[in-house]
């Protein structure tokens, strides 16, 4: 999901400097939920790279990463909000719809990833 949120925010920069990038409705908000995206894999790369290197975390450093994996967690959860709300309102393009449905998966996937990850971490589960 990282990947493809990165390729298609770097897509979303090459039309606007173009000036071919035409807005829809929550794209905003969609693209909100793609840079989180790419926040929360760092957060997790430095925690492993910090886990290894100083033989666990500190108490500051994983309540930071947390509430930043939280506020991640909450724009994947209003962006899928945003494009559910969008699929259903009538006269959108088949191409948006399309859009919409591959954006809740990929918001899905996410918010799980991010829910079973701070299971494992906090709660030992």
């Not at 790369?45 to 290197?53: A, E, K, Q, R």
């Not at 259903?88 to 088949?94: D, E, H, L, P, S």
Request: net charge positive; charged share 10%; hydrophobic share 55%.
């Amino acid at each position: 999901c990282t990947v493809t949120a990165g390729i298609l925010l770097l897509v979303k920069l090459i039309l606007l400097i173009a000036r071919k990038y035409k807005k829809y409705p929550g794209a905003a908000i969609i693209g909100i939920a793609q840079i989180a995206k790419i926040v929360s894999v760092c957060i997790v790369i430095f925690w492993i790279s910090v886990f290894s290197s100083q033989y666990g975390l500190t108490k500051a450093q994983g309540i930071v990463g947390c509430v930043i994996q939280m506020l991640c967690l909450g724009a994947y959860i209003l962006s899928t909000g945003v494009s559910c709300k969008a699929l259903f309102t009538k006269g959108q393009k088949f191409s948006f719809k399309i859009r919409y449905i591959l954006n809740i998966m990929g918001n899905a996937i996410c918010a799980v990833a991010v829910i079973s990850l701070e299971l494992v971490r906090f709660w030992k589960v």
